[in-house]
């Protein structure tokens, strides 16, 4: 069954610095890959996702994302931080084998930024 | 926008009560979702709907029913809530096609049962 690796439980950053949040996800077959985003006491929020085509995928906020086929990987990126990032992320991916219409998430990684 | 609405953000139940977490989506979505979030383990699929009357099992469906009468609303049923079963429920929507992974999500409900 497919699996989502979260690297990280937790990441503290000052603000203004860039950050990298690590995914890996397991799967020889084709794969959508997500970055959901929860800020406190909300529910999910779609960051960016890759389905198809180039493997740098830009999503709201100023992240962006890079798909690693060779290394099953979906690490998400920011250059600069703010404050307002403050959050919880959760990776997630879907396709075969996983079934047609599920995603499997990762354990999520709180991201902690500092002034 | 997908609006996802949960019946409660907060809930405090007693071990043994029947709970109902209800769930509405307004896009006419035909896939409908109810997720457990607790730290450390992040979202586990229960229950996953894909058309009215029809449900299929998730990764954790042990004491959980759901039940899905009109397109819009999905029910999840804790028939005998137990301490365990304390944790924060999210609840899902989407649509078939391309974008079908695309999941919107509710705000949540925090059940507590003592």
């Known amino acids: 069954a497919q699996s989502v690796t979260q690297l990280d439980s937790q990441v503290p950053v000052f603000e203004e610095a860039p950050v990298e949040l690590r995914c890996n996800y397991s799967?020889?077959?084709?794969?959508?890959l997500f970055w959901y985003v929860q800020y406190p006491n909300q529910g999910l929020q779609l960051l960016l996702k890759?389905?198809?085509?180039?493997?740098l995928v830009k999503g709201i906020n100023g992240f962006e994302a890079e798909f690693n086929k060779s290394q099953t990987s979906f690490h998400l990126r920011k250059p600069s931080v703010h404050i307002s990032d403050t959050a919880e992320y959760f990776c997630?991916?879907?396709?075969?084998?996983?079934?047609?219409?599920?995603?499997?998430f990762g354990q999520g990684t709180r991201l902690t930024i500092n002034p | 926008d997908v609006k996802v609405t949960q019946s409660s953000r907060y809930l405090v139940k007693r071990t043994g009560e029947k709970v109902f977490l209800e769930c509405v989506q307004d896009?006419?979505?035909?896939?409908m979702f109810w997720y457990r979030q607790d730290p450390g383990l992040g979202l586990r699929l229960i229950y996953f709907?894909?058309?009215?009357?029809?449900?299929e099992k998730g990764d954790i469906p042990e004491g959980y029913s759901v039940s899905r009468e009109k397109k819009e609303r999905f029910s999840l049923i804790l028939e005998s809530a137990s301490t365990n079963q304390t944790s924060m429920y999210l609840c899902?929507?989407?649509?078939?096609?391309?974008?079908?992974?695309?999941?919107?999500f509710g705000p949540g409900t925090r059940l507590t049962v003592t």
């Open positions: 899902a929507s989407s649509s078939p096609g391309l974008a079908v992974y695309e999941q919107y």
């Open positions: 799967s020889s077959v084709s794969v959508y």
């Open positions: 890759y389905l198809s085509g180039s493997t």
């Open positions: 997630a991916a879907g396709g075969r084998p996983q079934g047609a219409q599920k995603l499997v």
């Open positions: 896009m006419d979505h035909e896939n």
């Open positions: 709907s894909y058309d009215v009357k029809m449900k």
